[in-house]
């Protein structure tokens, strides 16, 4: 089409310029034009018919069975590159996580070479004629499952260049495994890893390497909980019952967004834990009250601390969400044992007003001794409630100092500690 157009405007800048020296001039500039025109048609006829022409050469007694440099012994050398298109999820519970990308790879191939004509700069093979060319077989160490684009067609692209130069790349959407460390869960940085490795052929016949810009990402990419910081590539041949093979390693660190636990997880557990101390202020005698404010938070303490550790893996350390959940749950149950003290000493002092009543009754003494023990009673009955008084007092201030000095230390030591590797 661009021929097309290009040819076109050069007949009519020829039918404007030349003029002739005799005759109807308009009739002679369209003639011009046209014969231009139709000269053009036929030198795209013949690019297009050089082309089909030149597959028919290079593919005649190719075998894309055999590596390219095969008969001398030479290993074939591929560049890699990978653009990541999104990375999807990643699942604690699974440990593992699923990225979109694209796989480039660039290598020769010298039985391809062909002599370009016209403006040809490169083939562009056909996912049918693809078949046909031989390709590096990568493949994905710790790829669980993988899936090859195909809507509307096989997303694969591959173009050959007159030195033999071979691009190849496809469309991939792949789960990975990654092993997490969650002991600073929900306040971790992971490591994920993408392993690449030739299946069946050494280092003696196939070398990968990355390209020099290794990896490329999406202007839009993003990650609902992490934060992708850094991407490390590495060289990591590896050798198995005495032969070595190729191997290409990409380091994903990850820093985890804390903004979703805080909402969700630190800031409820932290008002349940204030509301249990709501009982410190609350009059001994309000047994019921009292009683269905501690069972609430000790059974929302409870629930919420399951839902937070549902989506986690039944691993055997302790996680930074295991303590902190744990603890709150110590100090909703502590302000109920609390209550439930202060209500002993209360029903102890009703005990001694039953016993003194019982006596007083039964030894009928009279007028003036009936008053003396009515105010030795009385006496007993405030030292009891002082005690219990003195007890919720005590809490007010018991409570929200141990609660803040634990606030400093776990936030400190998991906010600054990094765990060792080998644990």
């Known amino acids: 089409m661009v021929r097309l157009i290009a040819c076109i405007g050069l007949g009519a800048f020829l039918s404007a310029v030349v003029r002739p020296t005799y005759g109807d001039i308009t009739v002679f500039s369209n003639a011009r034009s046209v014969g231009i025109y139709f000269l053009c048609m036929v030198t795209m006829g013949y690019a297009e018919n050089a082309r089909e022409k030149i597959l028919t050469e ?17 290993p074939v050398k591929s560049s890699v590159q990978i653009y990541i298109i999104g990375i999807d999820s990643i699942n604690e519970a699974t440990m593992d996580f699923s990225m979109s990308f694209f796989v480039r790879q660039r290598w020769v191939d010298n039985r391809l070479n062909y002599t370009p004509t016209l403006n040809m700069s490169r083939l562009e093979l056909d996912t049918k004629r693809m078949s046909n ?3 590096p077989d990568l493949y994905f160490v710790n790829e669980k499952k993988a899936d090859v684009h195909h809507v509307t067609v096989p997303n694969k692209l591959m173009h050959i260049y007159p030195d033999g130069l071979v691009v190849y790349s496809m469309r991939v959407t792949a789960v990975f495994s990654c092993t997490m460390d969650l002991q600073k869960y929900p306040l971790d940085d992971q490591k994920c890893y993408v392993v690449l490795e030739s299946y069946g ?27 992708l910081q850094n991407i490390t590539d590495y060289i990591c041949d590896v050798t198995y019952a005495g032969v070595t093979y190729t191997c290409l390693k990409l380091e994903l660190f990850l820093h985890r967004n804390l903004g979703y636990y805080i909402i969700q997880v630190y800031i409820p557990s932290f008002l349940i834990v204030i509301l249990s101390w709501v009982s410190f202020w609350l009059n001994v005698d309000s047994t019921p009250a009292r009683i269905s404010l501690g069972l609430l938070t000790v059974l929302t303490m409870t629930t919420q601390s399951q839902g937070a550790k549902a989506s986690l893996p039944r691993v055997s350390y302790i996680k930074a969400i295991d303590i902190w959940m744990s603890t709150c ?31 007083l009754n039964e030894a009928k003494e009279d007028e003036e001794e009936k008053t003396q023990n009515q105010q030795s009673w009385c006496f007993t009955k405030l030292e009891d409630k002082e005690r219990a008084r003195m007890l919720d007092k005590i809490s007010r201030a018991i409570f929200p100092a141990v609660f803040l000095v634990f606030n400093i230390i776990y936030w400190l030591v998991y906010v600054f500690w990094e765990p060792s590797p080998a644990a």
């Open 329 to 359: 749950l110590l100090f909703v149950f502590a302000a109920l044992i609390e209550f439930a003290y202060v209500n002993v000493l209360a029903r102890v002092d009703q005990r001694k007003v039953n016993s003194v009543t019982s006596k």
């Open 133 to 135: 060319v031989w390709v």
């Open 201 to 227: 052929y050494s280092t003696e016949t196939l070398v990968m390497r990355w390209h020099p810009n290794p990896v490329e990402k999406a202007d839009n990419l993003q990650l609902p909980q992490f934060e």
């Open 58 to 74: 290079i593919f005649n007694g190719y075998d894309g069975k055999i590596p390219p440099n095969y008969d001398n012994d030479t």
